[in-house]
């Protein structure tokens, strides 16, 4: 359990917008950040009340952080469970493998396990679903149909596109918002890695 939790401590402050640093979550509990980093490394647990206030401060149940099957409402009030997925590049989605992540992305549901991962969106190709800056999760699961925002692999040595797919007759077309961007034919040897699920920016700690 202690593994566990000092896990889900790190992913609920990776989750913020900017990273909670151990400093940060030290200072607001008015500890030393050596008993975060002991805490995170599995080798000793906050007590009852740092939990508590653990959990207020995510917007996390006591539950989910102690990796209990069900959640609790934290002092009378429903708070859902905290939902994460990994951070990875881009290229990382081609083959939907990654070694080792850095942060994780705070999201609405959960996803069964290595079904979706979340990538930055650096490019402008669609400004109106999925603007530069912010944060994009894909599933690899998801039903895809025309209309859709997915990510695709267009078979060479470069990083994955988002585009919008369209059916124009009988093809299947990868389109972007912005004409300065290409627009792709499925025929073309690019493959659909996923859907893109859902779009936010991480929120502040406040």
């Given at each position: 359990m202690t593994t566990t939790l000092g896990k889900r401590i790190r992913a609920a402050r990776q989750a913020m917008h900017p990273s909670v640093t151990?400093?940060?979550l030290a200072k607001k509990l008015n500890l030393s950040p050596s008993a975060v980093n002991l805490w995170e490394a599995g080798r000793t647990e906050p007590d009852a009340d740092s939990l508590v206030k653990i959990s207020e401060m995510f917007s996390v149940s006591v539950d989910w952080l102690l990796g209990l099957e069900t959640s609790k409402p934290v002092r009378g009030s429903?708070?859902?469970?905290?939902?994460?997925?990994?951070?990875?590049p881009p290229s990382a989605?081609?083959?939907?493998?990654w070694d080792a992540v850095a942060e994780f992305l705070q999201t609405a549901v959960a996803y069964p396990p290595n079904t979706a991962a979340a990538m930055l969106v650096a490019s402008d190709a669609l400004t109106s679903s999925c603007p530069?800056?912010?944060?994009?999760?894909?599933?690899?699961?998801?039903?895809?149909?025309?209309?859709a925002v997915v990510l695709a692999h267009l078979g060479r040595a470069s990083d994955p596109v988002l585009r919008r797919l369209i059916r124009e007759g009988r093809e299947d077309l990868l389109i972007a918002d912005d004409t300065r961007y290409p627009t792709y034919k499925l025929?073309?040897?690019?493959?659909?890695i996923?859907?893109?699920?859902?779009?936010?920016?991480r929120r502040l700690l406040t």
């Open positions: 151990h400093r940060d429903p708070k859902p469970p905290v939902y994460v997925v990994p951070v990875v989605l081609i083959r939907w493998h530069a800056g912010a944060y994009a999760v894909i599933n690899k699961a998801a039903h895809i149909a025309p209309g025929t073309d040897g690019a493959k659909i996923g859907k893109v699920s859902e779009v936010t920016v």
